[in-house]
């Protein structure tokens, strides 16, 4: 066994180092000491490791706290209050997180490498900020979580979140990542199997941002279905900003949200679940990009916000679709974060109307063929006209020149009047699900110079 090497100073103070040779356990206790881990030093609790009274810890070396054992505080790092610790040490600990003194992260890493649930908490409402977090273990279901306990936590501004494929389940509370790096979370990315942060109720994941890069949000939920639904943000503005995000595994009905109530534009909305998503310091625009997994959540193609001034759903319009791997992504650009947080996936109502006429006179009043919900329901549309010979007259790609509404077709050609005629038209929606809409288009009247 190797024996451990630390530095105790004290007066008058108690430091109790306790054996169970038939468990093969052991304890730290410290009631007041200065105990210093030094670069290269080992500490290896098969029980716990209790700091109390005003006990001051400095640890550059490897600090492991085991639950092999049968005492009651097996596996658990705590830290009574009036104790502090401090260092750019390592700390392993396979149960619980218990901080009620001050935790100086400086360099440290902590990982919480147990099989069952570990907690993260407090007696007293202290909120440990940890430099380096992983979360590893192989325990399923419940045993898969690391879990905050009536306290938030946070990662500092030079820390790493790494949850790898483990769940850190914030419940009501918050969990800060302040490292404005956009890279500063990770996860495994296996397809079932990623590492995700759950929250309920009023709890979140907050995000520092400093750049306008893509900043990952990797929430999920194991209540009811598991669900890994990531949520990208890139904000618009490189000035300090903050975001918050949580998945809601539910109806958005069951948080006075109906479903029912949306505007005209949406044909239906994804009942599994919905995203909180909030900006709560900043002012630029961002572009969000919500995932989902078609497979199990069905196929969506747009995006919704609730309007609380109007109590529905409103749509966000020119939404755009990608696929990364098995998921699919609904991306809005530059969104403003004018109303609510909730944000649900939704799938349009086609109200395409195709007009057969209309009256190029320049009296205000249908001069150009408008064409409404083209642009909201098919962004990436290509408008083409043509005689009856089969010569092109118009030409527009949206996704190339912007919207077709901006550049509606006047009836003319090299910019001279077209005659009162019948004209052929395609319209290419650029959508797997949607064929080209081919029909006639009718100039019934041309004002006389």
């Not at 410290?30 to 030094?38: E, H, K, L, V, Y």
């Not at 995000?207 to 990797?218: G, H, I, K, M, N």
């Not at 699919?328 to 969104?335: F, Y």
């Not at 057969?356 to 098919?378: E, G, K, R």
Request: proline fraction near 4%.
């Amino acid at each position: 066994m190797t024996t451990t090497m630390l530095q105790f100073k004290s007066l008058s103070i108690a430091v109790f180092l306790f054996y169970t040779p038939y468990s093969i356990s052991q304890i730290v206790y410290s009631n007041g000491a200065t105990i210093s881990m030094t670069g290269g030093s080992i500490l290896h609790c098969n029980g716990g490791f209790q700091l109390t009274g005003n006990t001051f810890f400095t640890n550059e070396g490897n600090l492991t706290v085991t639950k092999l054992s049968t005492l009651p505080e097996r596996g658990n790092y705590n830290m009574g209050a009036g104790s502090s610790a401090s260092g750019s040490g390592n700390y392993r600990v396979e149960q619980d997180w218990i901080n009620d003194g001050i935790f100086a992260a400086d360099g440290s890493n902590v990982f919480l490498y147990g099989n069952t649930e570990q907690i993260i908490t407090s007696n007293n409402g202290t909120v440990t900020i940890f430099n380096n977090l992983t979360l590893t273990g192989t325990g399923t279901n419940n045993d898969r979580k690391k879990s905050l306990l009536n306290v938030d936590a946070e990662v500092g501004q030079i820390g790493i979140l790494n949850l790898t494929d483990r769940e850190l389940s914030t419940a009501a509370n918050n969990f800060y990542v302040r490292n404005t790096a956009a890279g500063c979370i990770l996860n495994s990315t296996t397809y079932g199997s990623e590492g995700f942060v759950s929250s309920l109720n009023n709890g979140y994941l907050f995000r520092e941002t400093a750049a306008s890069s893509d900043y990952l949000f990797p929430v999920g939920s194991s209540i009811g279905t598991l669900r890994y639904r990531p949520v990208t943000i890139q904000p618009l503005g490189t000035s300090d900003h903050q975001f918050a995000v949580r998945l809601n595994n539910y109806i958005a009905d069951l948080d006075s949200y109906p479903l029912a109530q949306k505007e005209s534009m949406i044909e239906n909305a994804n009942s599994f679940y919905y995203h909180s998503i909030e900006r709560t310091s900043g002012s630029s625009d961002a572009s969000i990009s919500a995932y989902f997994d078609p497979t199990v959540d069905g196929d969506w193609k747009g995006l919704a916000n609730w309007n609380s001034a109007e109590a529905l759903w409103k749509v966000l319009e020119q939404p755009v679709a990608s696929s990364q791997g098995n998921y699919k992504v609904i991306t809005k650009n530059s969104w403003n974060f004018s109303n609510q947080n909730p944000y649900v996936l939704t799938n349009p109502a086609d109200l395409l109307i195709i007009p057969t006429a209309f009256t190029p006179d320049q009296d205000a009043v249908h001069d150009t063929w408008s064409i409404p919900f083209l642009d909201q329901q098919y962004p990436d549309n290509v408008v083409r006209i043509y005689n009856r010979w089969g010569n092109l007259l118009f030409e527009h790609d949206s996704k190339a020149n912007g919207p077709y509404e901006n550049h509606e077709w006047d009836g003319t050609y090299e910019g001279n009047n077209l005659p009162v005629a019948s004209y052929y038209f395609i319209i290419d929606f650029n959508d797997d699900e949607k064929n080209a809409a081919t029909g006639i288009v009718t100039i019934v009247k041309e004002k006389e110079n």
